[in-house]
């Protein structure tokens, strides 16, 4: 009989590797060329590049003469830091005072050009003021709360309007290399934009600027949007503790406009010749693909390039593995590991968490300058104006939220998308080694089958311990006893060290002590026990890790794509062994490639990855 069992083992092998195979080769290259059909319009409404352009050359000096106004200013506090410096002069602005001088600032233009404004002020939490806490003399003692100003506007519709749609970008101080005469900015150009449609009768929306503080990341926006969706009345507009900014008709409470529809997040300082779109939300959220599509045709339109980001990838893949895989590939490549990762890849992020649809609009990496090029600079700032006119005024023309395209979706070209329907069924073939594999162990462990209670005891005591390391960070950000994002690390690993030391120096021989002490094994010999102990606990281990990502792919099927394809291979690997220390080694390797395992190792991926343009660094401060 044993010829038999050797032909089957010999079979599942050959499946596996398959099954495998096939499924890698779907994923990686079937999808992109033979699966990903063109994007097209659901929402007939949205008119997606159809309404003429008003924008003119004329509006682009607009935009030129609020960039010269804004870096004026900024320019300002440079010859006065250092006169400061060369002279007992008094001391140069606060990074606060300079803060709240450029939201007055924006607060003028918005009222100058027909628009309510109000400058929202709050306190940023200590844990993100002490992390980025710098020696000079300009910032406040450790233990100080630093307040932030938000800046928007409300711009009213032309009648009844139940809906606002919003432009965001932040509001900081520039770097004095960044101060050239090509500086623009996403501030003065949606002011700009502010004053073009402020009389134009087809809008039936109501358009809100807004600019929060930059100093702060993704603070500001997030207090900002916390404070706009609470259903509480008369919420104060600023601090209890500050007076109300010098500058402007200030109401006392926080005033909202109608139901935030869509956001445009618009980051750049010197106009680019193509935009990256970033849309990939808080744990795998995804805007309502017709979002994506009105930008895309509105681009090509205007003579605009929307291009994804291959940022990840990029700092993955070596250059000359890079240039030798095609570009719609690394596109998606790109996308599923950002999906994956389950932290937001701009501020629309947080919009996506209050189901606003949003996404960004960043500058390539390496824009051209336009310092001496007066004439391209004008064109450019036009076709930007053209494409941003041209989505605002589609989005203004729809009578609900976008909902008839997709949510769930993957992007290899900013024209061409893979529905869920494509892309589900891969997983499968995928997770196939897995369920083979359990099998197979439990066949394996069949000689004794009371110790299968034992191997789920233990698979359940070792998912109970990995959760507790996943769940250490948040617990301790929440109790604000640490107020430091490196200090929290330091103290998770230090407990993660510690629930490991329970696990087995405790737990697990409790487990066996109370699971194993009556039973006598009958058909394994002494030395075969450990084995059959450790075979059915893994059989229980991969059909549960196999159950459970089998479900998760609706959710997000980036990372049940990403994590299949590295659990896979390890878990192949894992066999009964006589040893000792390989027995724990693999025990630790199913440990960390477990989901609880996966999502803290894909936190810990995403923090040294992350860059200035993500606006989270830290996982759980996303849950502040």
């Known amino acids: 009989m044993a010829w038999k069992h050797n032909v089957l083992v010999f079979i599942a092998v050959i499946v596996s590797i398959a099954a495998y195979g096939g499924g890698l080769y779907g994923v990686g290259h079937y999808l992109v060329t033979k699966q990903s059909p063109q994007t097209y319009m659901s929402e007939h409404a949205l008119l997606a590049g159809h309404a003429d352009h008003t924008w003119r050359e004329s509006h682009s000096h607009v935009t030129v003469g609020l960039a010269q106004s804004y870096r004026a200013l900024q320019l300002r506090w440079l010859d006065d830091d250092a006169g400061a410096a060369a002279s007992s002069s008094p001391a140069p602005l606060t990074d606060q005072a300079k803060a709240l001088q450029l939201a007055e600032w924006i607060a003028g233009v918005l009222q100058s050009f027909g628009a309510k404004a109000y400058i929202h002020t709050f306190e940023v939490p200590a844990t993100y003021t002490a992390r980025h806490q710098h020696s000079t003399s300009q910032q406040h003692a450790r233990n100080q709360v630093e307040i932030g100003y938000n800046v928007y506007g409300v711009l009213p519709a032309r009648g009844d309007a139940t809906e606002a749609l919003i432009c965001y970008s932040r509001y900081q101080a520039a770097h004095p290399d960044e101060l050239t005469n090509s500086y623009i900015g996403g501030v003065p150009f949606i002011l700009s934009l502010l004053s073009h449609i402020q009389n134009k009768m087809w809008r039936h929306k109501e358009f809100i600027p807004l600019f929060t503080d930059g100093r702060f990341g993704h603070i500001g926006l997030k207090e900002w949007l916390t404070t706009y969706n609470t259903p509480r009345p008369n919420t104060p507009l600023f601090s209890p503790h500050l007076q109300p900014p010098l500058y402007g008709n200030y109401s006392t409470f926080f005033q909202r406009s109608g139901q935030l529809l869509a956001a445009l997040h618009i980051n750049f300082t010197v106009p680019p010749s193509k935009f990256i779109i970033k849309s990939q939300g808080i744990n795998g959220q995804l805007p309502n693909l017709d979002l994506i599509n009105t930008s895309q045709r509105n681009g090509r339109r205007t003579n605009v390039n929307l291009v994804l980001s291959t940022e990840t990838v990029d700092q993955l893949l070596p250059p000359a593995l890079k240039n030798a895989i095609p570009s719609r590939h690394l596109n998606m490549y790109n996308f599923a590991l950002e999906l994956a990762a389950g932290v937001p890849t701009s501020d629309h992020g947080l919009f996506t968490k209050h189901r606003v649809e949003a996404i960004t609009f960043q500058s390539e990496p390496n824009p051209r300058s336009y310092d001496d090029d007066e004439y391209r600079l ?236 993500a606006p989270v660094a830290y996982p759980w401060t996303l849950f502040a």
């Open 378 to 613: 004008l064109s450019q700032i036009t076709e930007m104006g053209r494409l941003f006119e041209g989505v605002y005024r589609s989005v203004n023309g729809i009578t609900e939220r976008l909902h008839q395209s997709f949510y769930y979706y993957i992007l290899p070209e900013t024209s061409q998308y893979i529905p869920i329907g494509y892309y589900i069924p891969w997983i499968g073939p995928l997770l196939l080694p897995l369920l083979i594999k359990g099998v197979y162990l439990l066949y394996y462990a069949q000689v004794e089958e009371r110790r299968w209670g034992y191997g789920a005891a233990i698979v359940g005591t070792v998912w109970l311990h990995s959760l507790s390391v996943l769940a250490t960070p948040f617990i301790l950000q929440s109790t604000d006893l640490i107020s430091d994002n490196t200090t929290i690390v330091h103290w998770w690993v230090g407990i993660s060290f510690g629930i490991l030391c329970l696990l087995y120096g405790v737990s697990l021989p409790c487990i066996r002590a109370l699971l194993l002490s009556n039973q006598i094994p009958v058909t394994p010999t002494p030395a075969q026990t450990p084995q059959v102990e450790w075979a059915s606990t893994a059989a229980f281990g991969l059909l549960l890790v196999a159950l459970g990502l089998g479900p998760f792919v609706i959710l997000n099927y980036a990372f049940c794509a990403v994590a299949t394809i590295l659990v896979v291979p390890v878990y192949s690997l894992v066999a009964p062994s006589r040893f000792w220390l390989l027995r724990n080694i693999q025990g630790l390797l199913v440990c960390a490639f477990s989901p609880p395992g996966l999502v803290a190792l894909f936190a810990i991926y995403r923090y040294y990855l992350a860059t200035a343009a």
